[in-house]
């Protein structure tokens, strides 16, 4: 790994590449714990759904709000992932046990952890319901449940992974077979997906097209490779900026890009996969692969399809600049699971927790909101382009589909510094300040960025 002062300059620059090695070697001497075990109760000031990025974060904002022991999560998993980092661990360049860390871990410092799974919500009675048959209620409810993975979707899968050649790294059960297809390719056909739904970070699927590219010709075998990217969707990025250099990159590189592609089925023993046609319903066309990368169709989990907080397609109805429900006015949602008309990424999460927590703090007792222009959310959302093992395009923008960029430079270009931003300093800020609550945006990269360069 370059280290940072290779980046940047000076004696400040040392410090924070010091800082750097500690977030990404030994950054679990720093997490959070939970506090001694208290009695468990039915009713929270603020009551979150989902341990992931967003309801850990607006935990640890609101305990700092309303205290610790009025803040309750429920969550299921033993284990919290920084899932952005799974790019690199597919392709070889990080390990997947750097990506998690134990549940208990991140929970903020005395806030209750409720271990059980959502099974109802009922926002008319201000309350949930759980798998082990608890009654929860709340004067606030935050709704961070994240998108579902529906791998059932594609015939063939998910059994198709316990066959070679298949990977994905959007699942921590399937992202190894990633980097094993990459390093067992031999000659053929590397094939990479993007389905006809909505994905979290929409960039991934093309991530790992790139490092592919990359470490096929690191290792000779760029000559017998024809990779293919076959994308539901009819432009390469939706931001103009990005997307025409992510063509430029296409055409230097000779990538195969196949538009309004859909995978719906995968015949892992034989080593093909079925695409349909979207401009053509019911025209279909078999492709023999050597490696196959495959994203999954995604929605939102079950419990909120049919819950009253879901809009017609089963996301959490909320006002976009705001984030709270547009019919209950003390529920909020944050994340993936929402309706907001933007790219679901972890980088978002800063930008959108900052948002709800001054909107909270202008909440009138009944509930009115005052003087909300401070706590707009702008749909920004970041998308770090992962070009090559040392190079990203930092894409940054807002529900306009114009660029928001952090830097003083041109962000359409690929940088290294960009590179060590996403493979270091992130995970950095991650695990140390946005769990926290700490983390506000992009503004502190700026900070970093002037901190490093004076």
């Known amino acids: 790994m370059v280290p940072l002062v290779a980046v940047v300059s000076g004696s400040r620059a040392q410090l924070f590449a010091c800082l750097l090695r500690l977030g990404t070697q030994q950054a679990g001497l720093l997490q959070l714990h939970t506090g001694a075990s208290h009695a468990a109760r039915n009713h929270y000031e603020v009551l979150v759904l989902g341990g992931g990025s967003g309801g850990i974060t607006m935990a640890a904002r609101m305990k700092r709000k309303v205290g610790a022991e009025n803040v309750a999560i429920v969550e299921p998993s033993e284990r919290h992932f920084y899932q952005p980092i799974w790019t690199l661990v597919g392709a070889g360049a990080k390990q997947l046990s750097s990506s998690g860390r134990p549940m208990a871990s991140v929970i903020p410092s ?9 099974t109802e919500l009922n926002p008319d009675k201000n309350c949930i319901h759980t798998d082990n048959d608890e009654q929860i209620s709340y ?3 935050i709704i961070a449940l994240g998108i579902q993975l529906n791998y059932e979707k594609i015939k063939g899968l998910p059994e198709g992974f316990a066959h070679p050649k298949i990977g994905s790294n959007y699942s921590v059960k399937t992202v190894e077979k990633t980097w094993k297809a990459l390093q067992d390719f031999k000659e053929g056909n590397a094939i990479f997906t993007f389905p006809n739904t909505p994905v979290k970070c929409a960039g991934a699927p093309q991530k790992i097209m790139y ?5 096929f010709r690191k290792t000779g075998k760029r000559s017998k490779a024809n990779i293919i ?17 992510l063509q430029e990159i296409i055409r230097e590189r000779n990538l195969t890009v196949n538009y309004k592609q859909n995978l719906i089925e995968v015949r892992a023993d034989k080593q093909e996969a079925v695409f349909e046609n979207l401009d053509k319903p019911g025209e279909t066309q078999v492709i023999s692969y050597e490696m196959l990368h495959v994203t999954p169709p995604m929605g939102p989990p079950d419990v909120l399809k049919t819950s009253p907080v879901a809009d017609a397609a089963g996301w959490v109805d909320v006002d976009k600049e705001t984030l709270q429900h547009k019919r209950y006015p003390n529920v909020f949602g944050i994340g993936d699971c929402t309706n907001l008309p933007t790219s679901k990424t972890a980088a978002a999460i800063g930008k959108i ?8 703090k202008k909440m009138s007792p009944r509930g009115t909101y005052c003087n909300k222009n401070k706590s707009l959310y702008d749909g920004y959302t970041s998308c770090p382009l992962v070009t090559g093992y040392n190079r990203v395009i930092l894409a940054e923008f807002g529900y306009k589909a114009e660029p928001l960029e952090t830097f003083p430079f041109n962000q359409s270009k690929e940088r290294l510094s960009m590179y060590v931003m996403k493979a270091d300093l992130m995970p950095f800020l991650y695990w140390n300040m946005m769990l926290r609550g700490y983390w506000g945006g992009p503004a502190i990269l700026r900070k970093l960025f002037h901190l490093g360069m004076s």
């Open 139 to 141: 004067r606030y409810l």
């Open 211 to 215: 490092l592919s590219e990359a470490y």
């Open 353 to 360: 927790t900052s948002s709800i927590s001054l909107f909270l």
């Open 229 to 245: 990217f076959n994308t539901s969707l009819g432009a390469i990025f939706g931001v103009k900026k990005y997307a025409d250099a």
């Open 110 to 118: 005395g806030v209750e952890w409720i271990k059980a799974r959502v």
